[in-house]
């Protein structure tokens, strides 16, 4: 049953302080609203609660990019065509950079935010294992001050995170020191654009003289919540990879990959096709490492 429209009042401060003290006059009762694409899903669906919304639409510190030597900073409201778009985004952290093309139609990746997209916490989500692997930090800020929190910490369970109800998520920062990782990441939907994943894999390695030096995987629809899989990276962490190699540690990181999720069966997909195509995407992975 689609909702009607007019039973939602909006508000659209034009400052940031503005929209704090908002979230801060009643917290809980406001929901804030960036580039929408999420919010008028739930809208049709009959899903989104009749609560006041707060638009972000005209808070333009929210919507940056900032390089430094050592790190880049993307505001909240930035869009997923800003990213995208980005010279340093595309060089330095191409993980993100896909993620952000696979993220609905250009309509939607020209309203859509990145800050929308982690809040919203949707299990398929595209950008969020992208982040995991690059240990994403978020800027969270209130009325009541500012603070910092990793990224692996924000989600809690499906839909739910660490965000209080009167904080918005300021911005993202990723360290630029990835430069020497092999990237991976491929999105099985069904089909090849506007696709909801049914399951995706980001990864990240470093080796040296054909040892995983340093390995890090995270996915989408694998859980309740976008995740990292600690428990397979600590199969093939500091293990020498080669063709006699590669088939004992896939077997055994195949093996700790299915303990550690929990995929279920919906509208896209089943958990056993789930389970199979993430230990296939692991394995294509793998074997690029091989090849290096």
Same mark, same amino acid.
């Given at each position: 049953?689609?909702?009607?429209?007019?039973?939602?009042?909006?508000?659209?401060?034009? @400052?940031?302080?503005?929209? $704090?003290?908002?979230? !801060? *006059?009643?917290? /809980?009762?406001?929901?804030?609203?960036?580039? +929408? &694409?999420?919010?008028?899903?739930?809208?049709?669906?009959?899903?989104?609660?009749?609560?006041?919304?707060?638009?972000?639409?005209?808070?333009?510190?929210?919507?940056?990019?900032?390089?430094?030597?050592?790190?880049?900073?993307?505001?909240?409201?930035?869009?997923?065509?800003?990213?995208?778009?980005?010279?340093?985004?595309? @060089?330095?952290?191409?993980? $993100?950079?896909?993620? !952000? *093309?696979?993220? /609905?139609?250009?309509?939607?990746?020209?309203? +859509? &935010?990145?800050?929308?997209?982690?809040?919203?916490?949707?299990?398929?989500?595209?950008?969020?294992?992208?982040?995991?692997?690059?240990?994403?930090?978020?800027?969270?800020?209130?009325?009541?001050?500012?603070?910092?929190?990793?990224?692996?910490?924000?989600?809690?369970?499906?839909?739910?995170?660490?965000?209080?109800?009167?904080?918005?998520?300021?911005?993202?920062?990723?360290?630029?020191?990835?430069?020497?990782?092999?990237?991976?990441?491929?999105?099985?939907?069904?089909?090849?654009?506007?696709?909801?994943?049914?399951?995706?894999?980001?990864?990240?390695?470093?080796?040296?003289?054909?040892?995983?030096?340093?390995?890090?995987?995270?996915?989408?629809?694998?859980?309740?919540?976008?995740?990292?899989?600690?428990?397979?990276?600590?199969?093939?962490?500091?293990?020498?990879?080669?063709?006699?190699?590669?088939?004992?540690?896939?077997?055994?990181?195949?093996?700790?990959?299915?303990?550690?999720?929990?995929?279920?069966?919906?509208?896209?997909?089943?958990?056993?096709?789930?389970?199979?195509?993430?230990?296939?995407?692991?394995?294509?992975?793998?074997?690029?490492?091989?090849?290096?």
């Amino acid at each position: 049953m689609h909702s009607n429209p007019a039973q939602y009042d909006l508000i659209a401060p034009t @400052t940031l302080e503005a929209v $704090l003290d908002i979230l !801060a *006059s009643e917290p /809980g009762h406001y929901t804030p609203l960036a580039g +929408g &694409t999420e919010i008028m899903v739930a809208l049709g669906a009959g899903r989104l609660p009749r609560k006041p919304l707060v638009s972000l639409q005209h808070l333009d510190e929210l919507r940056f990019i900032e390089v430094l030597d050592s790190e880049i900073t993307i505001g909240a409201r930035t869009t997923f065509t800003d990213i995208r778009r980005d010279a340093v985004i595309a @060089t330095d952290f191409p993980l $993100l950079n896909l993620a !952000a *093309s696979w993220t /609905g139609s250009v309509a939607n990746q020209n309203r +859509g &935010t990145i800050g929308g997209n982690i809040v919203n916490g949707s299990p398929a989500a595209d950008s969020p294992p992208a982040l995991l692997v690059y240990d994403a930090v978020l800027t969270l800020i209130s009325t009541r001050g500012t603070r910092l929190m990793p990224y692996g910490d924000f989600h809690l369970g499906y839909k739910k995170t660490a965000l209080a109800p009167d904080e918005l998520v300021h911005s993202i920062t990723l360290q630029r020191d990835f430069k020497d990782y092999i990237p991976y990441i491929r999105k099985v939907g069904t089909r090849n654009a506007q696709a909801i994943s049914k399951v995706a894999i980001a990864a990240l390695a470093r080796m040296n003289n054909g040892t995983v030096e340093d390995i890090r995987i995270g996915a989408a629809s694998l859980r309740d919540r976008p995740t990292r899989l600690p428990a397979t990276e600590s199969v093939l962490q500091n293990q020498a990879l080669t063709v006699e190699t590669l088939g004992p540690l896939l077997e055994k990181a195949r093996a700790a990959l299915r303990r550690e999720t929990l995929p279920i069966d919906d509208i896209r997909s089943t958990a056993r096709y789930r389970s199979a195509v993430a230990g296939n995407l692991l394995e294509e992975f793998l074997r690029t490492l091989v090849a290096v």
